[in-house]
């Protein structure tokens, strides 16, 4: 089974460009999650999707950062303009229940410099 | 509010040596609990976690965990560390919101191990 996929793995862009990332769930899962860990702190809870629903997105920081999902399956985040304080690895998860029964599985994350 | 503390930042042990990586968590709730490690240049991957029932809890690679519900605890234990084991833990628990889980992280602990 392949497992969770994230790409680009780096990004450096400069503050006012935008980037898009993205997320190929373990097919299957209904349930997609993003997280940031921003440098020296805690990985940090940012939206959850069921299907293509944003189910609680209460920890995306400002209207600078844009999540999708189309259709259900992959997902996609957008920051535009990029400031230097996202700089940071964005991990993305997906589950198959909502309630993390299958302890939800993680990507190998993309790291993001805003430079 | 709910928060994880992992009061070891960095631990180095000797390779053969047994490891006892600390986790304190803040939950008004039964908790959901996980133990995440992270490789350098991979994601994150599920070593136990713990929902119910026994608190002495079975993880891939040789790991356990122990559920104090008394300490707000749930230590991560190995008997005897492996040089591979070297690499960075997280520790997690997952709030209950109305839609599921979403994982709140405490900021990791380093571990090196010494041949």
């Keep these: 089974e392949a497992g969770v996929t994230q790409f680009p793995s780096h990004s450096v862009i400069e503050k006012g460009q935008t980037v898009t990332l993205r997320c190929d769930p373990i097919s299957g899962h209904d349930n997609l999650y993003w997280y940031r860990r921003v440098m020296g702190k805690e990985i940090k809870f940012l939206l959850h999707f069921v299907k293509e629903s944003k189910q609680d997105e209460s920890g995306m920081p400002n209207n600078r950062f844009l999540a999708e999902r189309t259709g259900g399956t992959y997902s996609t985040l957008k920051v535009q303009p990029a400031e230097l304080e996202d700089s940071g690895v964005y991990f993305c998860a997906s589950s198959q229940d909502r309630w993390g029964n299958d302890g939800y599985t993680f990507g190998s994350g993309t790291r993001l410099t805003v430079v | ?115």
């Design chain 2, 1 to 115: 509010a709910q928060s994880v503390t992992q009061p070891d930042i960095h631990i180095t042990v000797s390779e053969g040596a047994s490891l006892e990586l600390r986790c304190n968590y803040s939950y008004g709730a039964t908790p959901y609990l996980f133990w995440y490690v992270q490789s350098p240049g991979q994601g994150l991957q599920l070593l136990l976690k713990y929902f119910s029932g026994d608190t002495l809890v079975q993880g891939i690679k040789g790991f356990e965990a122990e559920f104090k519900r008394s300490q707000s605890s749930f230590n991560l234990r190995k008997p005897s560390v492996h040089w591979s084991d070297a690499a960075e833990y997280f520790c997690a628990v997952g709030i209950l919101t109305g839609g599921g889980n979403k994982l709140t992280f405490g900021t990791g602990t380093q571990l090196k191990v010494e041949l």
